[in-house]
């Protein structure tokens, strides 16, 4: 990417230093194509999450996506992030969305995965320090104990149905809108498998099935025309499948369900079998 000249106060210029990791501060960060909001979008960062700024433009910053095997970079606005000086993280939202009562500023709506850093418990009550200063109560029974998202496979019937109806949104990877392959790295982050964030890289990934009949819960089933890859779905067993496809759902590649998905059978390139620990 070709170096630009940057004017900015001294606090943004040291802040927005390219090779300097910060944390996002609010409930979901855009990572758009070119630094602009009406640019498209390629993936999200929730909040908590630390990402390392590769450039700056005036007041956005060009930074890199989370997660093992994501390769993928946006801009967002230096405003989104924070920059504290030890954050580590205890704890991580593990269902749908968490209410994070701000003491002092405003409430904020969390997205499952993002992460928190408890600093007390009073009952059903824990107290988190925010990213950007200052504290916040969430609700005990919303979170769950790691620096990392993570809850194993067996948990997997239980997180789906967590996601399950939340809207599509191109380059959505929160539980406030997914793509396809942003609810496939998601969902696979929480199993502790880190994946690329588009379905066409996803395709390269693990282990080639080429037959439905050889099919296990958790394979990925990949669709396209020719020989381009355009969308992704998670195998559950009996051709079932999790996609995101107007709204996240189950639907089928069997021609006996009611929810048989007959134009994706049509355009199935294949699937792959990951391996998870």
């Given at each position: 990417?070709?170096?630009?000249?940057?004017?900015?106060?001294?606090?943004?210029?040291?802040a927005g230093r390219p090779g300097k990791l910060a944390v996002v501060s609010c409930p979901m960060a855009s990572l758009r194509?070119?630094?602009?909001?009406?640019?498209?979008?390629?993936?999200?960062?929730?909040?908590?999450?630390t990402v390392r700024i590769a450039a700056a433009r005036a007041d956005w910053v060009l930074c890199g996506a989370r997660g093992?095997?994501?390769?993928?970079?946006?801009?967002?606005?230096?405003?989104?992030?924070?920059?504290?000086?030890?954050?580590?993280?205890?704890?991580?939202?593990?269902?749908?969305?968490?209410?994070?009562?701000?003491?002092?500023?405003?409430?904020?709506?969390?997205?499952?995965?993002?992460?928190?850093?408890?600093?007390?418990?009073?009952?059903?009550?824990?107290?988190?320090?925010?990213?950007?200063?200052?504290?916040?109560?969430?609700?005990?029974?919303?979170?769950?104990?790691?620096?990392?998202?993570?809850?194993?496979?067996?948990?997997?019937?239980?997180?789906?149905?967590?996601?399950?109806?939340?809207?599509?949104?191109?380059?959505?990877?929160?539980?406030?809108?997914?793509?396809?392959?942003?609810?496939?790295?998601?969902?696979?982050?929480?199993?502790?498998?880190?994946?690329?964030?588009?379905?066409?890289?996803?395709?390269?990934?693990?282990?080639?099935?080429?037959?439905?009949?050889?099919?296990?819960?958790?394979?990925?089933?990949?669709?396209?025309?020719?020989?381009?890859?355009?969308?992704?779905?998670?195998?559950?067993?009996?051709?079932?499948?999790?996609?995101?496809?107007?709204?996240?759902?189950?639907?089928?590649l069997s021609s006996a369900s009611e929810h048989f998905r007959a134009d994706l059978l049509a355009r199935f390139k294949g699937?792959?079998?990951?391996?998870?620990?």
């Open positions: 990417m070709k170096r630009v000249s940057v004017t900015m106060c001294s606090r943004e210029t040291e194509a070119r630094p602009s909001p009406g640019s498209e979008l390629v993936t999200q960062e929730v909040f908590g999450e093992s095997g994501d390769s993928s970079k946006g801009w967002l606005p230096l405003r989104y992030l924070a920059f504290p000086p030890g954050w580590r993280p205890t704890h991580f939202v593990a269902r749908r969305f968490a209410a994070l009562r701000a003491l002092g500023a405003s409430d904020l709506v969390l997205p499952m995965g993002s992460l928190v850093q408890v600093t007390g418990r009073s009952g059903p009550i824990q107290k988190v320090a925010l990213p950007g200063g200052g504290e916040g109560l969430v609700a005990a029974r919303d979170l769950a104990q790691g620096a990392t998202p993570r809850l194993g496979a067996a948990r997997f019937a239980a997180i789906a149905r967590e996601v399950i109806g939340t809207p599509y949104l191109w380059g959505g990877t929160s539980t406030f809108g997914f793509d396809c392959s942003g609810l496939v790295q998601f969902l696979f982050g929480l199993l502790g498998k880190g994946l690329p964030r588009n379905s066409c890289e996803q395709a390269r990934v693990g282990r080639p099935i080429r037959k439905l009949s050889e099919l296990r819960p958790l394979d990925l089933l990949f669709f396209g025309q020719d020989r381009q890859v355009d969308h992704v779905a998670i195998h559950l067993g009996s051709l079932r499948m999790l996609h995101a496809s107007g709204w996240v759902r189950i639907e089928s699937a792959r079998r990951l391996v998870l620990r």
